[in-house]
């Protein structure tokens, strides 16, 4: 299974996430903004947390404007899958990819700690390794981790079933607590989460790994 980590001035978690899918199984491959063209044959696309561009901007809204977004949406067009996680979701917002926009904590601070991540769906690849109303202990660490979507796109998303995780004690006024969210095809997927801080017992706790495992293990037999 062949996977693709983005890489933009600021990331910090582009390393954990190679690390994190290697570990499952896959071959992965580091590729820097200002490439154009993404490798050939890829079967996923992960989009890391950091602070691309000094979140200068809105977050993500300018690594979403980097050329390799460019190949990202249209390897998203084709039905490939993509990850974006923390800053990553951010990315994924920006680029069009997810419904929705991270604005500010409600708290107006950075927070950074392990949380309690419930799966609200096991209807993806990521999320299939898991049971439904399974609560996860995974790391948090963002500024502008506060998910909005106006209630016409919150409804699609829970008519849809497209709400991959929800906190179990909002830390960040995300509204109906929301965590992550699934595209409607199902195969990309952003959350504010830090799974791959939570994949190896070194890490004090693998409640991360699992999510790994499933996705490369569904695409390795696909």
């Not at 820097?32 to 696309?45: F, M």
């Not at 990819?97 to 993806?124: F, H, M, Q, W």
């Not at 981790?145 to 079933?161: C, E, I, K, P, T």
Request: with cysteine.
């Amino acid at each position: 299974m062949r996977a693709a980590v983005l890489v933009f001035p600021g990331s910090n978690c582009d390393r954990d996430l190679a690390v994190a899918l290697r570990a499952a199984g896959a071959d992965v491959q580091m590729v820097w903004h200002k490439d154009t063209e993404l490798p050939a044959r890829l079967d996923i696309v992960a989009v890391p947390g950091g602070f691309s561009f000094g979140d200068y901007l809105r977050c993500g809204a300018i690594a979403a404007k980097s050329p390799i977004c460019r190949s990202l949406a249209a390897h998203a067009a084709r039905g490939g899958y993509v990850v974006g996680i923390c800053n990553g979701f951010q990315v994924l917002t920006e680029t069009g990819l997810l419904p929705g926009a991270l604005r500010r904590n409600a708290n107006l601070k950075y927070i950074c700690k392990t949380v309690g991540l419930r799966v609200e769906t096991t209807d993806s690849i990521y999320t299939a390794g898991y049971d439904a109303g399974q609560v996860l202990r995974i790391p948090i660490a963002h500024h502008d981790g506060n998910y909005f979507v106006d209630s016409d796109g919150l409804a699609a998303l829970q008519d849809g079933d497209r709400i991959a995780f929800r906190y179990t004690d909002n830390p960040n006024g995300s509204v109906a607590d929301i965590a992550g969210v699934l595209s409607e095809n199902r195969r990309v997927l952003g959350m504010m989460p830090h799974p791959e801080r939570a994949a190896d017992p070194v890490q004090n706790g693998t409640d991360g790994a699992a999510f790994f495992r499933s996705a490369v293990g569904a695409m390795a037999t696909a």
